[in-house]
């Protein structure tokens, strides 16, 4: 024969599905307070009095940006308006995941037949590059993309 469920019982069961919820939630807030960075810029306000200037002196160079992933291989190809491709006097890119940073590798590019080459060892799943490179005039030149490795 069972025992009889009581008053006492009961609030145990209650009690101790509340402590598994809340003990689960505390983890995951530690978790993602950890792993991600959290900010785009420093200042929105401040980043908003240039944007439209910068903006259209991005837009001015004429610019376009395609990029791959094959083989262990990074691949960025400037293009300017003709097609035709583009060497920038300076050029930095941080490839990681969108959700932490600890997986995010700063590679080290160099110019080869017409397009920026580096080297990259990237798991499967969801990457983004966020890059700058600047034009010989001093134009700043940035972008955020997304990148898919299949696996």
């Not at 306000?45 to 990074?74: K, M, N």
Request: proline share 4%.
């Amino acid at each position: 024969m069972a025992a009889p469920l009581t008053g006492r019982k009961v609030f145990l069961i209650a009690a101790s599905a509340f402590a598994v919820i809340i003990g689960v939630n505390v983890l995951m807030a530690v978790k993602a307070i950890g792993t991600f960075p959290g900010l785009e810029v420093k200042n929105s306000y401040v980043a908003s009095q240039t944007f439209d200037a910068e903006r259209a002196a991005q837009e001015a160079l004429g610019w376009t940006l395609g990029h791959t992933y094959e083989a262990g291989e990074l691949r960025l190809a400037f293009r300017d308006a003709d097609g035709l491709p583009v060497r920038v006097e300076r050029l930095s890119a941080t490839v990681g995941r969108t959700t932490e940073a600890s997986d995010d590798l700063k590679p080290d590019f160099a110019w080869r037949n017409g397009d920026y080459v580096a080297p990259a060892d990237l798991a499967p799943g969801k990457w983004m590059i966020l890059l700058e490179a600047f034009a010989e005039d001093g134009t700043r030149f940035h972008q955020r993309l997304d990148l898919f490795v299949k696996g």
